[in-house]
């Protein structure tokens, strides 16, 4: 029972929950569509939702790796590390709809506008449509330099790890399943490049 109590009093505060969390992207009015418009301005909501961390529903924490060289010495072998690659961030995104007035055919006036936010931003870094030069633009034009972070909460809701993430941009904007016989809600799939990310703890 000792060993117990000992376990419990280490414990006290509890353990981290992989559900408590929050993904927040503060996207600068800097970064604008093809048409000349801040992605804030053209999509009101999906900025809101995405600043307040409100619409990820699924992320991972990030990673880093050191790449690394052998040397021989002395007949011991040592790996001496030569540089570091940080992965690409995973996060799972959730489809709210808003009002929105619009003339389009067949479209009516509910939007999947985080969706579309993605969209306009990936159209930032090549424009494709309507047979447009395929240009890609330079990183400054579409990256966040720095309000892109990622925080754990404990159970009353205190932030206990923070993460910002520099240099983001949406590397991937993945397929999601649409299925007749299934009525779950839509959420669609996202994968963000960066440069390197800071553990911010407050020290």
């Given amino acids: 029972m000792a060993n117990l109590n000992e376990f419990i009093s280490e414990f006290k505060n509890g353990i981290q929950r992989n559900n408590r969390f929050r993904c927040f992207i503060d996207v600068p009015s800097s970064i604008w569509d093809s048409s000349g418009n801040s992605l804030i301005s053209k999509y009101p909501n999906a900025a809101r939702l995405l600043q ?7 992320t991972s924490l990030p990673n880093r790796r050191f790449e690394t060289t052998e040397q021989t010495i002395y007949g011991f072998s040592v790996n001496y590390p030569i540089g570091v690659t940080y992965g690409d961030l995973d996060c799972t995104f959730m489809a709210p709809l808003f009002d929105t007035q619009r003339t389009v055919p067949d479209l009516g006036q509910h939007r999947n506008e985080i969706l579309d936010f993605f969209h306009a931003w990936q159209n930032q870094i090549q424009d494709h449509r309507d047979g447009g030069a395929l240009i890609l633009r330079f990183p400054d034009e579409y990256r966040i330099a720095d309000g892109f972070r990622l925080m754990t909460y404990d159970d009353q809701n205190e932030g206990t790890t923070m993460f910002r993430f520099f240099n983001v941009y949406p590397l991937t ?3 999601a399943t649409l299925d007749w016989a299934q009525t779950d809600f839509l959420t669609f799939p996202v994968t963000f490049s960066y440069t390197h990310w800071n553990n911010i703890d407050g020290q």
Avoid at 52 to 58: D, E, Q
Wanted: charged share 10%.
């Fill in 52 to 58: 307040r961390g409100l619409v990820c529903s699924n």
């Fill in 173 to 175: 904007v993945g397929q």
